[in-house]
């Protein structure tokens, strides 16, 4: 592959776009239904520690840093609603960035003081990520990224995720 088909990162992709783009998108919020505006309250700001921005009888909306959102719920189509069904299309998971392998360590104790479950936990190479549902059983992985130029790749440039075993000893104490 030739270099002007790698993206500014390095990375080249498997497959490129006959029109891709513009590099500079990315994904501002989600906004997920939920069955009780309460719950969703306290694992999203008293758990992990997200700022209440706007909370309405039927909505939440949550963030990090001053940003208008990173993280809406509502319940008004779903108040006391129970989870899709296992076999149904829809939402994985959520992948909410945590800047340094130290504040993904701090959301790991809180969730250890707080004794909510992991579903799993990885070291993919390009990022550390534990894996987890909140408390409609949406799948959230809690992560963070590695420098780009420590990002395994191959002799084309493509992106190869390791499947490696998450120290979770060193990352609770670099959450310290």
Same mark, same amino acid.
């Given at each position: 592959m030739s270099a002007d088909a790698r993206t500014a990162s390095g990375v080249a992709p498997l497959e490129r776009?006959?029109?891709?783009?513009?590099?500079? %998108?990315?994904?501002?919020? %989600?906004? =997920?239904?939920?069955?009780?505006?309460? /719950? %969703?309250?306290? #694992?999203? *700001?008293?758990? =992990?520690? #997200?700022? *209440?921005?706007? /909370? =309405?009888p039927q909505a939440l909306f949550i963030s990090a840093g001053g940003y208008h959102h990173h993280l809406g719920f509502n319940t008004w189509e779903s108040k006391n609603g129970s989870p899709p069904p296992p076999g149904t299309t829809g939402l994985y998971h959520v992948a909410i960035r945590y800047p340094t392998r130290a504040a993904l360590g701090d959301a790991f104790r809180r969730l250890v003081a707080a004794d909510w479950p992991l579903d799993g936990f990885n070291d993919h190479g390009t990022h550390e990520a534990l894996y987890l549902r909140d408390p409609d059983g949406n799948g959230l992985e809690l992560c963070w990224d590695r420098p780009q130029a420590e990002w395994p790749r191959d002799a084309e440039g493509r992106l190869t995720f390791d499947n490696r075993r998450l120290d979770l000893e060193g990352l609770l104490k670099e959450g310290a």
């Open positions: 776009s006959e029109r891709p783009i513009d590099p500079g %998108v990315s994904i501002g919020h %989600v906004h =997920l239904k939920t069955a009780d505006i309460d /719950r %969703v309250h306290h #694992f999203y *700001v008293d758990v =992990l520690g #997200f700022d *209440v921005i706007a /909370r =309405l």
